[in-house]
Nanobody, 115 residues
Framework: QVQVVESGGGLVQPGGSLRLSCKASSGIQFEAYTWNWFRQAPGKRREVVASITSLGNINYKAAAKDRFTISRDNAKNTVYLQMTGLRPEDTAVYYC????????WGQGTQVTVSS
């Protein structure tokens, strides 16, 4: 069964930076899919933060634009999310998944922005 493992989260002060990684296990044609970063804050629904297609086309949630950068390394089956200028409202568990045909959700990685 193909799985994803997210990592790179942590506690950071407002204005700080983090780089999240999402590695998919072997068994899928990683490069053929769009990959998305999602986040879920306490008491809120999971939402898409950023997407990168197989052709490298990128979209961001408005709140993430100009602060977050999504990228992918097909050779490593990994998608990244570089986050800068972090704000307390960015606090959430961050997940990745592909589309179409989403995989089972990973454990996610906790990002906490607090002074």
């Amino acid at each position: 069964q193909v799985q994803v493992v997210e990592s790179g989260g942590g506690l950071v002060q407002p204005g700080g930076s983090l780089r999240l990684s999402c590695k998919a296990s072997s068994g899928i044609q990683f490069e053929a899919y769009t990959w998305n970063w999602f986040r879920q804050a306490p008491g809120k629904r999971r939402e898409v933060v950023a997407s990168i297609t197989s052709l490298g086309n990128i979209n961001y949630k408005a709140a993430a634009k100009d602060r977050f950068t999504i990228s992918r390394d097909n050779a490593k089956n990994t998608v990244y999310l570089q986050m800068t200028g972090l704000r307390p409202e960015d606090t959430a568990v961050y997940y990745c998944n592909k589309q179409p045909n989403s995989l089972s959700w990973g454990q996610g990685t906790q990002v906490t922005v607090s002074s």
